[in-house]
Antibody, heavy 125, light 113 residues
Framework: QLQLQESGPGLVKPSETLSLTCTVSGGSISSSNSYWDWIRQPPGKGLEWIGSISYSGITYYNPSLKSRVTISADTSKNQFSLELSSVTAADTAVYYC?????????????????WGQGALVTVSS | DIVMTQSPDSLAVSLGERATINCKSSQSVLYSSNNKNSLVWYQQKPGQPPKLLIY???TRESGVPDRFSGSGSGTDFTLTISSLQAEDAAVYYCQQYFSIPITFGQGTRLEIK
């Protein structure tokens, strides 16, 4: 059974960089049919897709965040990470990592079928 | 960006009755290569991540009760819960995966009357 678990600081100061890691167990992030995503949800609000990374390191970002976001992967640790720079209070949210499945040519097959439990990150001085 | 708009924002339905949630996309999400709609439904309960219910607009995820069904094509989609159970109280989201950025509807809160 695939499991994802977010980890990282729960409090970040304004203008600093938010850093989170998602540790995957029960499967490999190097699987050729899997992409790995970050999604966030401000308290009491809806969901926003941040971006994703493929098994080969190809990344896709939400244009609304692209200038501040970096998603990377460490296959040796079976982890992928999120960095969001220059944070403000508007970046306060529960951050989820998730997986989606793709075809051999990278087309979406199954959307976010596995999710982590989420990590609340508060931006405050 | 494709804008996803759900209706209603909230609804209350009696146990055993039918619940219907609508989702409209600002452009078609019909994927020409397989003639399927890139539309998914999730259920989210408090303190939990979203749970995948239906993808390709009408394909039920493994383990999801068959009282949940999805329909629609192009820009208009519906999630139907045929006979509401107490455990179905939740917020429901639609999402398109036709194009980047992936976008979600604003959510519909379903309560038990």
């Amino acid at each position: 059974q695939l499991q994802l678990q977010e980890s990282g600081p729960g409090l970040v100061k304004p203008s600093e960089t938010l850093s989170l890691t998602c540790t995957v167990s029960g499967g490999s992030i190097s699987s050729s049919n899997s992409y790995w995503d970050w999604i966030r949800q401000p308290p009491g609000k809806g969901l926003e897709w941040i971006g994703s990374i493929s098994y080969s390191g190809i990344t896709y970002y939400n244009p609304s965040l692209k200038s501040r976001v970096t998603i990377s992967a460490d296959t040796s640790k079976n982890q992928f990470s999120l960095e969001l720079s220059s944070v403000t209070a508007a970046d306060t949210a529960v951050y989820y990592c998730a997986r989606h499945l793709v075809s051999p040519v990278g087309e979406w097959l199954v959307p976010f079928d596995y999710w982590g439990q989420g990590a609340l990150v508060t931006v405050s001085s | 960006d494709i804008v996803m708009t759900q209706s209603p924002d909230s609804l209350a339905v009696s146990l055993g009755e039918r619940a219907t949630i609508n989702c409209k996309s600002s452009q078609s999400v019909l994927y020409s290569s397989n003639n399927k709609n890139s539309l998914v439904w999730y259920q989210q309960k408090p303190g939990q991540p979203p749970k995948l219910l239906i993808y390709w607009a009408s394909t039920r995820e493994s383990g999801v009760p068959d009282r949940f069904s999805g329909s629609g094509s192009g820009t208009d989609f519906t999630l139907t819960i045929s006979s509401l159970q107490a455990e179905d109280a939740a917020v429901y989201y639609c999402q398109q995966y036709f194009s980047i950025p992936i976008t979600f509807g604003q959510g519909t809160r379903l309560e038990i009357k």
